[in-house]
């Protein structure tokens, strides 16, 4: 604990000296990374440490997005309650999907997770004059104290979220939690064997991801001041899928790559794009499917992400060889690890 | 009563064409074990082809029957480039293999053929048929669509049943090794499956085109659909992906006709939640043993 919130602290003063020093518009993007970062560390511990897929992260971030939206526009709560909020509502949405979700493996709660990604925006359009349409319900954040201005404002409660987020996932890992939802993960039978309640492990797993989905839709409606069903497609919950196998499945730290990859590729791709003269046709897509190859290049040669590829570095460094070697543990088809890491 | 009626044909109409894509999941979960996402992508991509070759003065039926055999190279192709390498390892990874697949399929067809909505012309006339005075709600296109789902799984059936080349694909999907120390060509016959689903996606992708808006992400939930009846049906039989598509359209069907459209996809959540609670094997399966 001690050791996770000294490292939170040095990251918080690094990022301190970052956000002011750099431009309000880096700024507002590095908002966005701390705010994918919260939901990528969920989804990093659901699928990574626990074993289950999801492929309908992008609706928890709607429902927590919708619920501060709401609270927003029509009561007066304190602004940190609508935040905790949003983790609630999401968590209580990740009950709904985790109880069926222990029934199924692999590519059916894929397909489960699919289906709820489909089918939640949907509901918010059926009702127009609740959820705004497709105009959506606006956001506004408190206003920023002292002279600080409002992107920087911003920017620091999604950093400070975001480190909030990961020092409490770094601890509940590092505890008996921990290693119970490895278990689960690891050999079910076994798990139960040794007395484990698999089945409420894996829904608290989901209700933990979905809770900290709720907390960065509500962070990411924050950054673009509206919350409307267009802002939480399928595709969103493909690329956080990509942005955490990128990132490396389990980590926690990791997952920074990953959020790094989901703010600018868009802005790359662009750029690429007219670098090569692709037209704007094909610029709007080219992300996607660069996301998409993403996916596949990374299963098929880097399964264990960028975290894993620099912890595989950091052991063939000359002298820090220690006693756990072997692939990066915490990822799918690594063998069952034992000690790990974050 | 008659409104009942309209949206059982509908319903019905609907769900033969989630049997087929349906078919195709069935085929690859026998073949190999894993559930291809991206096969509704790839028959949006075989019908987008389609629609090029009809745009350039291809006759229908000409461009359906090639569309077809590129859907069978498709499946192939995916089988040896992108399912080939993973075998053996974690069960997530082809999973998550798909889902790019599928990403990427449907960027290609947006950056190749643009936004612009375009319609699809059907192979029939899609005003509803005539009995006496009136008119119900099944065109000759769904009943095109019925005849062509149910000769695509008879011959499948056939296939499985009553040939040796289905015999020795059986005997692949069931025990590999086993099969592969009898002589059997088991790598060949898991493309060969993997083709033959293509075959049955690029079919759905044809005939669900004509009636919806046509553009890169119109699979997507015809996908899902096919994947709950699937689910429903078992994951390893033919006849449980018929049945299954079938409950999944008309259930679908009374969903967006009696609680309104929009509602449909919660419609098909609850309906897989439920079946996965009470008969996750689905209906036409073999018990499934556990090594422990």
Known sequence: ?342 | MSLFLNYTLNGIANGMIYSALALALVLIFRATKIINFAQGAAGMMTTFIASSLLAHGVSYWWAFVLVLAIGFAFGAMTERIFIRPLQGKSELNPVIVTIGLLVVLEGVAGAIYGNASRGFPAAYSQSGLTFGHSRIAFSHFDVFILVAVLVLMIAILILFRATTLGLRMRASAFAGEISRLLGVRVGILLTLGWGLAGIAGSLAGLLVAPTSSFGPYYMDLVLVYAFTGAVIGGLESPVGALIGGLVTGLCISYVGGYLGSGLEPLGALVLLMVALMARPEGLFSRPAARRV
């Open chain 1, 1 to 342: 604990m001690l050791r996770h919130l000294l490292i939170a602290s040095f990251g918080a003063g690094i990022m301190y000296l970052v956000t002011s020093n750099i431009s309000l518009f880096d700024n507002y993007q590095v908002g966005q990374i701390a705010s994918f970062v919260v939901v990528l560390a969920g989804l990093s511990v659901l699928t990574g440490v626990n074993g289950q897929i999801s492929l309908g992260h992008g609706a928890f971030m709607a429902v927590g997005a919708y619920t501060t939206a709401l609270l927003m526009n029509h009561t007066q709560w304190n602004f940190v309650l609508e935040l905790a909020s949003a983790v609630g509502v999401a968590g209580v949405a990740g009950l709904l999907i985790g109880i069926p979700a222990t029934r199924l493996k692999g590519p059916y709660l894929a397909g489960m997770t699919l289906l709820f990604a489909l089918a939640l925006p949907p509901i918010a359009d059926k009702w127009p004059n609740t959820f705004g349409g497709d105009q959506g319900l606006t956001m506004t954040t408190p206003n920023a104290p002292g002279s600080l201005s409002p992107q920087e404002w911003l920017a620091w409660i999604q950093i400070g979220g975001a480190l909030i987020v990961l020092v409490l996932l770094a601890n509940l890992l590092r505890s008996r939690y921990g290693r119970t939802l490895r278990a689960v993960r690891d050999d079910e039978i076994a798990a139960s064997l040794a007395g484990i309640n698999v089945a409420r492990t894996k829904v608290l797993a989901f209700v933990i991801s979905a809770g900290c989905a709720g907390l960065a839709g509500a962070f990411l409606g924050l950054s673009t001041g509206v919350v409307n069903t267009g802002a939480f497609p399928l595709t969103l919950s493909i690329q956080l899928l990509a942005a955490m196998v990128l990132g490396g499945t389990g980590s926690l730290i990791g997952m920074v790559w990953g959020a790094i990859l989901l703010v600018y590729l868009p802005q790359w791709s662009t750029s690429l794009s007219g670098h090569f003269n692709l037209g704007s046709g094909v610029s709007a897509y080219l992300a996607t499917i660069i996301f998409g190859a993403v996916l596949i290049v990374a299963m098929i040669a880097a399964p264990h992400g960028v975290q894993g590829g620099l912890r595989w570095a950091w052991r063939r460094l000359p002298g820090s060889g220690s006693g756990v070697g072997g692939p990066a543990p915490g990822a799918p088809g690594a063998p069952i690890p034992v000690l790990t890491d974050e």
